[in-house]
């Protein structure tokens, strides 16, 4: 359900939750989500940052991928479950990954130089590219690139000398489209940490892991038994939530 994803209309959800909350104390972010819009997720990270400054901590019980590893990533730390993962944040277009079109591409080129022969081949493949799609493959990679290297060079990595080269690293693992094989594949613990991540286990404070999963079983116990689809609730109750609506009506808030 395209709904799921990070979207503009999150940022009611994130105005909802951060109103009269003590900004001074900085946010603890639980994030649950399969990513969504990059536009959409830049603006968010925009918006808390206004409110919060830097002193923002993501914390991962199950899954943040692609935007929502973005997310993580414009934070100062990130807080995970031993099961939990990230995701790589290679950019898609209409579910077509961005790296895979130009790859393709390439090889084709590649291909017809070495044997003209194959151009009969490469011509229907080359044929469904619309006018400007590599251009904005290219602009979609560089614009992700470039905003997750930012946030991990300015916040996460903030004052340490070898901070562009950290973040450099990390967004090349996390954007590694022949290495991740697919835009879906789970990022977990040892492995985040291994690419250089700021990231601590919930599971080394036993009373902070029962509170953090107590509070995201009781979220996907409510996914999965009503009919809401999304949800964004600040400790205090005030909860933005989005529902299904029976067949032929429109999904409101």
Request: glycine share 6%; charged share 20%.
């Amino acid at each position: 359900m395209p709904l799921v994803d990070i979207n503009d209309e999150d940022k009611n959800g994130f105005m909802m939750a951060v109103h009269k909350l003590d900004r001074k104390l900085g946010l603890d972010l639980i994030l649950h989500t399969p990513g969504g819009d990059i536009a959409a997720t830049e603006s968010i990270v925009d918006y808390l940052r206004n409110m919060f400054g830097k002193n923002m901590r993501a914390i991962v019980p199950q899954i943040a991928m692609s935007a929502g590893t973005m997310v993580a990533c414009s934070c100062k730390s990130i807080l995970m479950a031993r099961h939990a993962n990230l995701g790589p944040i290679d950019p898609h277009l209409n579910g077509v990954p961005a790296y895979g079109v130009i790859a393709e591409f390439k090889r084709a080129v590649r291909e017809i130089k070495k044997n003209p022969a194959v151009l009969p081949v490469w011509q229907p493949i080359i044929a469904q590219y619309k006018p400007t799609l590599l251009g904005r493959c290219e602009n979609a990679i560089r614009w992700s690139n470039t905003f997750v290297r930012g946030q991990l060079r300015t916040v996460m990595f903030e004052g340490e000398s070898t901070a562009r080269q950290k973040a450099s690293t990390i967004v090349r693992k996390l954007t590694d489209y022949r290495g991740n094989r697919t835009h879906s594949r789970h990022i977990h613990y040892d492995e985040c940490r291994k690419m250089g991540l700021r990231v601590s286990l919930i599971e080394d404070d036993q009373d902070l892991q029962d509170l953090v999963l107590t509070v995201h079983h009781c979220f996907m116990h409510s996914l999965t038994n009503t009919l809401s689809f999304k949800m964004i609730e600040n400790h205090l109750g005030n909860a933005f939530v989005k529902q299904q609506k029976p067949a032929g009506q429109q999904a409101s808030p």
